[in-house]
């Protein structure tokens, strides 16, 4: 049994760990009750390196023969790797590694611990951690914020960050998304969320990342029975992935991107009573208006689809048809627009009233 204290740090590792947490929890972990509102997580595990590592290549993806497509050979995402090397990162996380004694010491860029160790057995950063993501050392800080391929990486946070991939969800274009947080607690829900909320969505709706992301945090406010709280203060991001060939290269490159909603929609989001309001309307054309923070256009949509509803659909003009059936997707919703009206309407008078408290707020605190 091993005990493992974790702190959020740069994507990467964030990811690394959500995919960890992912094995241990289809390992019947009780991996929920390891994470702690203050954004921490303190693992308790109680399997060992064999299961680990089974469990791991299970839900790594496979090519069509069912050979592991994450070890082992030249375009996997870590294909200097072997089952005895991985075994052995395994073995260092859950024993907390231990170097020989050296006098260089060497600070992990994941978890900031500070070892000394022979500059032969250190690990530093590069393909041996995802050739797919990582592309070549050369370009690897370009994807990768300030970091570089000279970075150390600890013996406890090698086998992390090979978990990264199991965190990604992917999306009907191939791409991939990573929801990043402040919190594991956060990344945890909006990320089981993603993988829930990606299945009903469109191919035109998958592909915008904003959308996704909106959705995550609705179903978090709406069915944790926590608030995003403090976090909300803080960038809550998508990191898209996206593995692509290069025809000038004649090889297989990633181009990483990020995409955040601005601070005022998610805390607009978070909110239990707007987000279950934009949960119950269910439509994407009411929700942009809310992510494009354009109220105006809103009420004019409720005030239309008010004059619309009050007619029988006899009464109703093309015009009015072709709006209702632009502006709604949902059956329901085409049936009753007044009934959306009216939800509509609530749906501001909550945005208003959450505008007037944070002005009331920013007013008090500036005094």
């Known amino acids: 049994m091993s005990s493992i204290t974790l702190h959020p740090s740069n994507w990467l590792y964030n990811a690394g760990v959500i995919g960890l947490l ?15 509102k203050d954004g921490i997580v303190h693992l308790l595990i109680t399997k060992n ?24 050979f030249k375009k996997a995402y870590y294909a200097n790797q072997t089952e005895k090397s991985i075994k052995r990162r395994i073995k260092s996380l859950l024993e907390r ?52 391929a000279s970075d150390f990486v600890c013996q406890r946070c090698e086998f992390i960050i090979m978990c990264h991939h199991l965190a990604f969800t992917r999306l009907s274009d191939g791409s991939e998304i990573f929801i990043n947080a402040p919190s594991f607690q956060v990344m945890y829900y909006l990320n089981k969320f993603a993988r829930e909320v990606f299945g009903a ?31 909300t203060g803080m960038n809550i991001e998508v990191v898209h992935k996206q593995t692509f060939y290069n025809p000038n290269t004649e090889k297989l490159e990633t181009k990483i991107e990020f995409f955040s909603l601005p601070y005022k929609v998610i805390q607009m989001l978070s909110d239990r009573r707007i987000a ?11 929700l ?15 005030y239309r689809l008010l004059r619309i509803g009050l007619k029988t659909y006899g009464e109703r003009g093309k015009s009015e048809n072709q709006f209702i059936n632009q502006t709604l997707r949902l059956e329901k919703n085409r049936r009753e627009p007044a009934r959306v009206a009216d939800q509509i309407f609530q749906l501001c008078a909550l945005i208003e009233e959450k505008q007037n408290r944070r002005k009331a707020y920013e007013h008090i605190y500036r005094s």
């Open 22 to 36: 992912r094995v241990l929890e289809e390992l019947d972990e009780e991996v929920e009750k390891s994470i702690c």
């Open 49 to 72: 390196s064999s299961e680990i590592f089974d469990k791991w290549v299970e839900l790594s993806p496979k090519s069509k023969k069912g050979k592991s497509m994450v070890y082992e």
């Open 97 to 148: 590694g231990v170097y020989k004694s050296s006098k260089i010491e060497f600070s992990c860029s994941f978890c900031t611990s500070k070892v000394k160790v022979k500059k032969t057995d250190a690990t530093f950063l590069n393909q041996a951690f995802g050739n797919i993501l990582l592309g070549s050392e050369k370009s690897f800080s370009n994807m990768y914020w300030s970091n570089s």
């Open 201 to 231: 969505l469109s191919s035109e709706e998958m592909r915008n990342k904003r959308n996704i992301l909106a959705m995550s945090v609705i179903e978090y406010a709406t069915k944790i029975h926590v608030t995003l709280g403090v976090w």
């Open 276 to 286: 279950g309001l934009l949960s119950q309307i269910g439509e994407f054309s009411i």
């Open 288 to 302: 942009n208006c809310v992510l494009a923070q354009d109220f105006s256009r809103l009420m004019e949509m409720g």
